[in-house]
């Protein structure tokens, strides 16, 4: 594997050739237990192109580096690598706002980028051409966790979300989706970014007394918020908690907590070994590399950069950017869950979400939860027009915007 | 909106328990100030390595009450280390340069303990016995909240008797205003000043360990924290321990009761509650400077 860490001094493997892609992660903050995910996913795939004979003939090098989780880091990390290195393809972030802002840079610099998670840079008037996501949409995942707890969990429910543009995302399509299926919406408590204390809204939280309780919020939040729940006695009672996108190490990290109440939407758990042959091979891969079964966040990091160095060896240039993203639309791909593609239109790709359950105390070994059901992407995907015009979701008025 | 009386009063308990974990930072913080003129800028990063004190033991040890004892003593020897050799050399000069030097040792302690311990969350089990909460008529609160509020009572009952009654608190409080004259008297005030030092970080230590078991231990989450101690200190005026007991109540319900009536504003709220009570009070509730 020939891997450059930016900025910290770790080379590992010989770097003679040039960097050909960098890959931003944010390994430190609130969002680091999944950005080293994607990371591993990251490594994984390149050691296989180049276990493969690289791209192009030549042993593949890509810079992976910290993006601190922000922005203007980020931004200047990989405005380094293209200036500095003529890289002309750049991957990674690990949050919506982070990675839309990312994606207008590129815009503007006409790089490609390769978004590892969710985020909205497919929608709207962030869709510029150059930006195409291995991870989903936000309001993705918020649909496929609503359509399921409203058939199967109840109809009453409130929300903590996270108060910036995924969490947004996730937010409106609950509401559309609640409106729809009759689900009766009990009100939203904003959450700051990095937030780790949510004691003061379990009071409300237990006078509302909703059905379900949806946690939308990411990374250590995430985990605090369901430790802080169970701390108060109140995750083995009645109330379900869904997790629009949920985490593997967050299921692991909170342990009896995360009772048989919770369900999380996930794009990728291992357990799809057992229906996808190819997602064997990717888990015994992931585990003999890293020890560990893969996440969603492993997947994202996985597919993203496998895409973007087989559009390399496809389209026949590292550099060329309209020859790779003439390459990258469109691209088919059978890596881990059964065949799919970054759709030409707008750049996503089409992949299923899986909801776990959680197992609580059950849980042993690799075993932290039970796929309940997997949502194909055809029902949680609006149409290539829709999504240009950015509705129905990015219609939604929001509570207290 | 009309808010039920149970709920009113679910909040000022949850708010109680923020505060008490406030409190416990805020003294520390002002004993420090107080006793030494240091701004310490590393409060949060001694609140970081008490929460890590505890991951260590607890998962050595597999005892709770031991991971909080260790978070107070190594976390106390740790400052005690710290001002030994690197801020006592600053006695005398530019107030600035301790500031800077803690500010510095804060940056430094963060970056090791990444390297050490990775920047993924760890998570310090709380004993089955704290899991659940006490329930009456609506009103309920979560067993480990009521720990951490009679925890703190007890550290300020301890504190109270320690400066009031004990020779070594009258002594630290007569070091605070007249440091040459205790000097004069033979005492070895250099040491006062370390214990002094040791004793404030050992409270931010014990205060993360105790939030450890809520939260996770993570390298960078004395960054948030330090700030907001500052804010409870400036609030109950610098150098004041009733005034870091009266700032942490305060910020505590600040916090809870925003987060219940506009919840995006609980990030804002604290620093708009300093700014009003100094427009009013300029040194804070009961700022003079040298006092304990």
């Known amino acids: 594997m020939v891997t450059v860490f930016l900025f910290t001094g770790l080379v590992s493997g010989v770097a003679s050739a040039k960097p050909i892609a960098a890959l931003l992660f944010p390994l430190s903050g609130p969002f680091s237990a999944m950005g080293t995910d994607m990371r591993k996913g990251s490594e994984l795939a390149l050691e296989e192109i180049n276990a493969q004979g690289g791209v192009l003939g030549q042993k593949a090098e890509v810079v992976m580096g910290d993006d601190e989780f922000q922005a203007p880091v980020a931004i200047r990390k990989y405005k380094e690598m293209v200036d500095g290195q003529g890289i002309k393809a750049i991957g990674g972030t690990l949050s919506g706002g982070i990675s839309v802002a990312v994606n207008e840079w590129a815009c503007k610099n006409k790089v490609l980028y390769m978004s590892f998670c969710h985020t909205s840079i497919p929608l709207g008037k962030e869709q510029c051409g150059y930006g195409f996501v291995s991870g989903m949409i936000p309001y993705q995942t918020g649909v496929a966790t609503a359509k399921y707890a409203f058939q199967n969990l109840g109809k009453s429910w409130m929300i903590v979300t996270q108060d910036y543009r995924f969490g947004h995302d996730e937010l409106s399509a609950w509401l559309t989706i609640s409106e729809k299926m009759g689900g009766k919406f009990l009100g939203n408590i904003y959450s700051p970014l990095g937030q780790v204390d949510y004691s003061a809204h379990i009071p409300k939280i237990v006078a509302t007394n909703p059905e379900i309780l949806v946690i939308n919020v990411y990374g250590q939040s995430m985990d605090a918020i369901i430790k802080q729940l169970g701390e108060a006695g109140l995750t083995d009672k009645k109330m379900k908690f869904v997790i629009p996108k949920s985490h593997l190490f967050t299921i692991k990290t909170s342990g009896a907590f995360y009772t048989e109440n919770f369900y999380g939407g996930h794009t990728f758990y291992w357990t799809l070994q057992d229906k996808f042959p190819k997602a064997k091979k990717f888990v015994e891969a992931y585990m003999k590399k890293h020890g560990e079964p893969p996440s969603q966040d492993s997947d994202g990091g996985y597919v993203g950069t496998r895409a973007l160095l087989e559009a390399m060896n496809v389209a026949k240039t590292t550099t060329d950017v309209d020859k790779l993203i003439k390459t990258l639309k469109g691209f088919k791909m059978d890596y881990n869950k059964g065949p799919e593609e970054f759709r030409a239109c707008d750049h996503i790709r089409t992949t299923s979400v899986v909801i776990v359950r959680g197992i609580g105390a059950k849980a042993s070994g690799m075993n932290y939860g039970q796929v309940v059901a997997e949502i194909p992407w055809q029902d949680t995907l609006e149409s290539c027009e829709n999504n240009k015009n950015d509705v129905p979701y990015g219609k939604v008025k929001l509570p207290g915007k | ?292």
């Open chain 2, 1 to 292: 909106m009309e808010i039920p009386a149970t709920l009113i009063i679910n909040q000022i308990l949850f708010g109680l328990a923020l505060g008490a974990v406030y409190i416990l930072m805020a003294c520390g913080l002002t004993i420090i100030f107080g006793l030494l003129d240091v701004v310490n800028f590393a409060h949060g990063t001694f609140y970081m390595l008490g929460a890590f004190a505890a991951f260590v033991t607890v998962s050595l040890f597999g005892n709770f009450w031991i991971g909080l004892a260790s978070a107070i003593f190594l976390v106390g020897l740790i400052g005690w280390v710290t001002e030994t050799f690197l801020i006592k050399p600053l006695y005398g000069k530019d107030p600035l340069y301790p500031l800077m030097l803690t500010f510095g040792f804060s940056l430094a302690a963060t970056d090791l303990m990444r390297g050490i311990f990775g920047t993924v969350g760890r998570i310090v089990p709380l004993p089955q016995y704290f899991i659940g909460s006490l329930m009456w008529e609506g009103i309920f609160i979560p067993k480990f909240r009521i720990f951490i509020i009679f925890l703190t009572l007890g550290v300020l009952i301890f504190l109270w008797y320690f400066f009031k009654k004990t020779n070594l608190g009258m002594i630290i409080r007569a070091a605070t205003r007249d440091s040459l004259m205790v000097r004069t008297l033979g005492i070895d005030v250099p040491r006062i000043w370390t214990f002094g030092f040791a004793l404030g970080v050992g409270l931010a230590g014990l205060a993360g360990a105790v939030n450890s078991t809520i939260q996770s231990a993570l390298p960078d989450m004395g960054v948030e924290i330090t700030i907001e101690c500052f804010v409870v200190v400036v609030i109950g005026g610098l150098g004041s321990l009733g005034g870091a007991i009266l700032g942490g109540l305060i910020i505590g319900q600040v916090i809870s009761f925003v987060s219940l009536l506009a919840s995006d504003w609980s990030n804002v709220a604290i620093f708009i509650t300093m700014l009003l009570i100094l427009l009013v009070r300029t040194r804070g509730l009961f700022g003079e400077a040298g006092r304990l």
